[in-house]
């Protein structure tokens, strides 16, 4: 590999003379959610979106794809009580993605549905008593920037916080403030 100064100038070039990028881009949620006024959860989520990307018009060329899969919930409490474990009555759902749109700049929008079903409360701080909250489902948005590929030709050292090159320089993960790490994996399409 042709190195200067940290930076692998081959990848620089591949990634300068590609038509077409096919993207896939991985987000995973991992968090403590609230599901009712007193009771919480750790739920993990995934959504893969794969388009394609005229890189010289800088627009997307082909609808995204969108692949969901159903969320995981555990370790339901009533935090910061001594109430009883809360029951949760049906599926949770953190993002069921309905809509992506990529923006010529490489930002993108998610948006989908948060489904939160019935889930017996604690009336905490006034008693341990459950109530029944009603099933709801809610609107919600994520957005991430997608960097141009050629950020994997940068030495590693370009890592940051919120912004990660992997070793093998095939992804790099962004972290939103939401609890979300998106796993960006470009490939030279054409």
Known sequence: ???QMGIDMAAMQKWSNAKVIRYQITGVHEGRVPLADST???????????????????????????????SA???VKA??????????????????????????????????????????????????????????SESVVEFLA????????????????NLVIAPDRKSYTIRTATNWSWTVMPVVAQ
């Not at 997608?146 to 916080?161: D, G, H, M, N, R």
Request: charge should be neutral; include cysteine.
């Open 146 to 161: 997608v960097a141009e590929p050629q950020i994997l030709a940068l030495p590693l050292s370009a890592s940051q916080k």
């Open 40 to 70: 919480k959860a750790d739920v993990s989520d995934k959504v893969t979106l794969i388009f394609d990307w005229d890189a010289k018009a800088r627009k997307p060329l082909t609808p995204v794809q969108i692949r969901n899969e159903k």
């Open 79 to 136: 935090d910061g009580t001594k109430c009883a474990t809360p029951v949760v009555r049906g599926e949770y759902e953190h993002m069921e993605a309905t809509q992506v749109t990529v923006q010529a700049g490489g930002t993108i929008e998610v948006k989908g549905t948060r489904t939160i079903p019935v889930v017996a409360d604690p009336q905490w701080p006034a008693s341990c008593t459950p109530k029944d909250t009603e099933a709801r």
């Open 73 to 75: 919930v555990k370790n």
């Open 1 to 3: 590999m042709a190195w």
